[in-house]
């Protein structure tokens, strides 16, 4: 079984710049996270979504943030414009209804 | 609110000795609880969870935890490292098993020397 799909798994960019993150779950798993890893530090959620419908958005930084998930699939996460402190890994998790948290690879964003 | 506390950011030990990577746990609610592992440039892999029942917890690559909620610790321990332990690991909490944001520890970096 494939597990989830992140790109790109690196990006630099210069401050300023957008830069959007994509995010394929496991197939059937309903609720899709979004969480951001800082240096030396835990994942943080950034959003949650249950199917299409964003359910816990309430740590995304929404002046310069944003994520969608059409048809209840794949995933995008926005950035724009980036700011040096959004330097860290994006990460991606999938779960089915009743079951645990799958995690992607993270992209590493480098925001110069 | 929950949250948890991993105690030590950095641990060495030599290989063939115990591991035990310490976490503490704050919940109003019980708690569910899990350890994960990161390998580098990896994501995060489950080692093991506590969701109800007994609470000694076996994970994968002999890894197991207790959940002791008088201490509210979920201690992480394996009887013998191997070089291949050294990773990253994260204690997380959660109010409910599925379908809810994880709260994660810092994370403690093991390091495994011959």
């Known amino acids: 079984e494939a597990g989830v799909v992140q790109s790109p798994r690196y990006k630099i960019i210069e401050k300023k710049q957008p830069v959007a993150f994509w995010c394929n779950p496991i197939s059937g798993h309903n609720t899709l996270y979004w969480y951001r890893q800082n240096l030396g530090q835990g994942p943080e959620l950034l959003i949650r979504?249950?199917?299409?419908?964003?359910?816990?958005d309430s740590q995304l930084p929404k002046d310069r943030f944003s994520a969608e998930r059409l048809k209840g699939v794949d995933s995008t996460l926005k950035i724009q414009p980036a700011e040096l402190g959004d330097s860290a890994v994006y990460l991606c998790?999938?779960?089915?209804?009743?079951?645990?948290?799958?995690f992607g690879p993270g992209t590493r964003l480098t925001v110069l | 609110a929950q949250s948890v506390t991993q105690l030590g950011s950095h641990v060495s030990v030599s290989e063939g000795a115990l591991v035990l990577l310490r976490c503490n746990y704050s919940s109003s609610v019980p708690p569910y609880l899990f350890w994960y592992v990161q390998y580098p440039n990896q994501g995060l892999q489950l080692l093991l969870k506590?969701?109800?029942?007994?609470?000694l917890v076996k994970g994968i690559n002999g890894f197991e935890a207790e959940f002791k909620k008088s201490e509210t610790s979920f201690h992480l321990t394996k009887p013998s490292a191997h070089m291949s332990d050294a990773a990253e690991y994260f204690c997380a909490v959660s109010p409910r098993y599925s379908g809810y944001a994880l709260n994660f520890g810092k994370g403690t970096s093991l390091l495994v020397t011959p």
């Open positions: 998790a999938s779960s089915p209804y009743d079951g645990e948290q799958f």
């Open positions: 979504y249950e199917n299409e419908e964003a359910v816990d």
């Open positions: 506590y969701t109800t029942g007994a609470t």
